[in-house]
């Protein structure tokens, strides 16, 4: 059984209806271990104009490979309504493999996720759920990071029947 981390965004259509939806689409790919609250952040990158994100992480066991498991939120994605066109565009929804077990890999998927250990909006959640948990690439601690980084425009969202498990 290996444990992953999944972060979770969208900002089109109905974001916080989407993230309840794919939080259980996501469970079926192993068992939720656990599922942290919601926040909204501004938009990384991408166009001028974009509405804000509602973000949030979740950590998986699952005995799928990390590149079928990837495959999953990929599919998952697209029926959420999920089209691929611009890097950083606004979506319906956003699943990202942060970390799965300790691997380091330099091709698809590619793990640690990239950019991970350099957001807020994935760091926070990402705290509330593995504070402990360390950067397999650098041992970086995600607490560490979160010090390094700051917490500067992730704003806790009031939820009610969160997490939708």
């Known amino acids: 059984m290996s444990v992953a ?3 979770l965004g969208a900002n089109l259509g109905r974001p916080l209806e989407t ?3 794919a939080v259980g689409e996501v469970g079926r790919l192993g068992t939720l271990r656990g599922v942290s609250r919601v926040y909204r952040t501004a938009p990384v990158g991408g166009p001028a104009g974009q509405p804000d994100y509602l973000n949030a992480v979740l950590a998986l066991d699952t005995t799928l490979p990390a590149g079928s498991l990837l495959r999953g939120l ?3 994605e697209a029926r959420g309504g999920r089209v691929r066109r611009e890097r950083w565009a606004a979506r319906t929804l956003d699943l990202d493999l942060l970390t799965y077990d300790d691997v380091v890999s330099g091709e698809t998927p590619l793990l640690p996720h990239p950019l991970a250990w350099e957001r807020p909006f994935v760091l926070v959640p ?8 360390a950067n397999p690439r650098t041992g970086e601690r995600v607490a560490e990071a979160l010090t390094r980084v700051g917490t500067a425009g992730v704003i806790l969202e009031d939820v009610t ?5």
């Open 19 to 21: 993230l309840r939806w």
């Open 161 to 165: 029947g969160w997490p939708p498990v």
């Open 74 to 76: 990929h599919a998952i």
């Open 126 to 133: 990402l705290a509330e759920l593995a504070a402990h948990l």
């Open 5 to 7: 981390y999944v972060g």
